[in-house]
């Protein structure tokens, strides 16, 4: 079965770096769109970015643009999210999604794969 699964999270101070990691299995990760969305306590699921087959193309949340950079590598099969000048509001569990489309999704409901989460935790 499908298995998206997220590594890299942790405590940084504001200001800070983190990378998560997202390794993929029992999928043809090449033919699937990659993203990252986030979920603070008491708050929706938010899209993040998005990125297309090869890596060519790639979507973020005006949150985030600038800060955060999505990239992928297939013979991995996984997708990263470089995370940089890390804010207090940037605390949440982050998921990996993954869905089987030629087009980039920034909503949930386009997704088809989600890994279990990874806590990202930034201090003041």
């Known amino acids: 079965q499908v298995q998206l699964v997220e590594s890299g999270g942790g405590l940084v101070q504001a200001g800070g770096s983190l990378r998560l990691s997202c390794a993929a299995s029992?999928?043809?990760?090449?033919?699937?769109?990659m993203g990252w969305f986030r979920q603070a306590p008491g708050k929706e699921r938010e899209f993040l970015a998005s990125i297309s087959w090869l890596g060519s193309q790639t979507y973020y949340a005006d949150s985030v643009k600038g800060r955060f950079t999505i990239s992928r590598d297939n013979a991995k099969n996984t997708v990263y999210l470089q995370m940089n000048s890390l804010k207090p509001e940037d605390t949440a569990v982050y998921y990996c999604?993954?869905?089987?489309?030629?087009?980039?999704?920034?909503?949930?409901?386009?997704?088809?794969?989600w890994g279990q989460g990874a806590q990202v935790t930034v201090s003041s």
């Open positions: 029992g999928l043809t990760f090449s033919s699937h769109v």
């Open positions: 999604a993954a869905a089987r489309s030629r087009y980039l999704f920034t909503t949930a409901t386009d997704t088809g794969y």
